[in-house]
């Protein structure tokens, strides 16, 4: 739908003709060397299906609530529907449809893998490094350091939950601690004070967003 408006409104756009050479190598493919439009859907959609299906399945068979005792089946659908474990099943399926499927040579496929792989290989050391030396940080007992300093204090619970995610996001760089642990500490105060409870979760939720920096692995993508 967006496509057609943004035909109607600038023509030209779909008009013009660039030069793919510029960004690299690059093959014209013809219609039936394509996969089909419903194997190219459920492939790029696998991910989300496989763990939509295992948070269905808690829903429907536990009532939303994590088991206390699972069984072998529970154990099942919540590894393949573990993010991790979804991906990597969903690029082992991709190879298959992709490639196997419309017989595609395995030694062409290593070698398109062994190229993707070569472009995104520092970027995930840099991200897995990052994420390390955040959990360092965390296991290291930084939060309950910072925790400790502001208690006591007599700042606007507003300005206390901001600096104290601000603190922590900073010298953690995890967003979600930060956050988590700011409004741990400040909860207490906000029914002594009266606070609102909107404007605390948005002091909350800014100041866990704060400058993010090398010991975040989002800084590094």
Known sequence: LFTKFAKKMVPDAFSRKGNLSTVGEYKEFKLEETPSFLSATLTSLMPVLLMAISTLYVM??????????PSALDNIVAFIGSPD?????SLLIAIFTMGIFRKIPMK???????????QIAMMLLIIGGGGAFKQVLIDGGVGDSVAQIFQGSR??????????????????????????????????????????PALLVIATGAGSLFFSHVNDAGFWM
């Open 155 to 196: 700042l606007s619970p507003l300005i206390l939950a901001w600096l104290i995610a601000v603190v922590l996001r900073l010298a953690l760089g995890s967003a979600t601690v930060a956050a988590l642990t700011a409004a741990g500490l400040v909860l207490p105060l906000m029914a002594a004070t009266g606070t609102n």
């Open 85 to 89: 474990v979804a991906m990597l099943l």
């Open 60 to 69: 429907v068979a536990h009532g939303g609530k994590t088991p206390k005792n």
């Open 108 to 118: 062409r496929l290593m070698a398109s893998a062994e190229a993707s792989i070569k």
